[in-house]
T-cell receptor, first 110, second 115 residues
Framework: DQQVKQNSPSLSVQEGRISILNCDYT??????FLWYKKYPAEGPTFLIS?????DKNEDGRFTVFLNKSAKHLSLHIVPSQPGDSAVYFC?????????FGQGTRLTINP | ETGVTQTPRHLVMGMTNKKSLKCEQH?????MYWYKQSAKKPLELMFV???????ENNSVPSRFSPECPNSSHLFLHLHTLQPEDSALYLC??????????????FGPGTRLTVL
């Protein structure tokens, strides 16, 4: 039973446009949500997070939105750059454990 | 060395072999983790250590045996593995447990193939 799902295994976006990555979760006890980014041959690196008491958090080109009623999380990247091409993992936290989605491969086309 | 390092980066082993994966963190963190990532599956938490004490064992088969001799080093000892254990094994660390566990720093992983 997968508690965190990223239903799009891949996404292709043109450079300069907005990239929107989506994530759904089932456990209403999750109290913290994160996005990690992974390049090939490297481990995931923390990108941005949001507490369950907020609905939006922004950091430069990256914004995370949380819709608790829909149990939905999204990451917006604008404008998208070639260096943003990577696999993005959504993660949710409860009792100090991170539960990850299966990842979305984002490709930014020039 | 900085961050979290893992050795070896690639490992091929037979089902009767015994091998060990090594993780070292250079961040002064107190908590360390082992994750498994199988093909097209999410990262699965295997073990959590805090100050060298195991605090989480996520129903992992006994053929995987972790060891944390100090807060900077974490090992995963492997014996009599099965082909379905082939996966990317990731080590991570965080400053501490609690809220600190939300921000984990990952190593590059060991790609394990069991023949």
């Amino acid at each position: 039973d997968q508690q965190v799902k990223q239903n799009s295994p891949s996404l292709s976006v043109q450079e300069g446009r907005i990239s929107i990555l989506n994530c759904d979760y089932t456990n209403s006890m999750f109290d913290y949500f994160l996005w990690y980014k992974k390049y090939p041959a490297e481990g995931p690196t923390f990108l941005i997070s949001i507490s369950s008491i907020k609905d939006k958090n922004e950091d430069g080109r990256f914004t995370v939105f949380l819709n608790k009623s829909a149990k939905h999380l999204s990451l917006h990247i604008v404008p998208s750059q070639p260096g943003d091409s990577a696999v993005y993992f959504c993660a949710a936290s409860y009792t100090q454990k991170l539960v990850f989605g299966q990842g979305t491969r984002l490709t930014i086309n020039p | 060395e900085t961050g979290v390092t893992q050795t070896p980066r690639h490992l091929v082993m037979g089902m009767t072999n015994k091998k060990s994966l090594k993780c070292e963190q250079h961040l002064g963190h107190n908590a360390m983790y082992w994750y498994k990532q199988s093909a097209k599956k999410p990262l699965e938490l295997m073990f959590v250590y805090s100050l060298e004490e195991r605090v989480e064992n996520n129903s992992v088969p006994s053929r995987f045996s972790p060891e944390c001799p100090n807060s900077s080093h974490l090992f995963l000892h492997l014996h009599t593995l099965q082909p379905e254990d082939s996966a990317l094994y990731l080590c991570a660390s965080s400053q501490d447990l609690g809220e600190w566990a939300n921000e984990q720093f990952f190593g590059p992983g060991t790609r394990l193939t069991v023949l």
